[in-house]
């Protein structure tokens, strides 16, 4: 069984920056790539930024340039730095690699 633990979302005004971690368990993590998605309340999942097994990045534009996504094989964990922080963030984050999903962790920024 593979599980996926976001953890790093709070509160943080406008400008401010928080880094959100995604735990895995199992054997998956360094076979396959990570993704990270938000869910704003009334809004569909959006994608936000992935990171492949050999690093390569990728950001919807909204966030390139504040957001960066990194990954720790040897811990199982990946990572997603958030800077420059604006209300429009604010949304519950999930992680996603292989199929699978976290439970979210959520993101308020405060203008």
């Known amino acids: 069984q593979v599980q996926l633990v976001e953890s790093g979302g709070g509160l943080v005004q406008a400008g401010g920056s928080l880094r959100l971690s995604c735990a895995a368990s199992?054997?998956?993590?360094?076979?396959?790539?990570m993704y990270w998605y938000r869910q704003a309340p009334g809004t569909r999942r959006e994608f936000v930024a992935l990171i492949s097994i050999y690093g390569s990045t990728n950001y919807v534009d909204s966030v390139k340039g504040r957001f960066t996504i990194s990954r720790d094989n040897a811990k199982n964990t990946g990572y997603l730095q958030m800077d420059m922080l604006k209300p429009e963030d604010t949304a519950a984050y999930y992680c996603?690699?292989?199929?699978?999903w976290g439970q979210g962790t959520q993101v308020t920024v405060s203008s």
């Open positions: 199992g054997s998956i993590f360094s076979r396959n790539g």
């Open positions: 996603h690699m292989a199929g699978y």
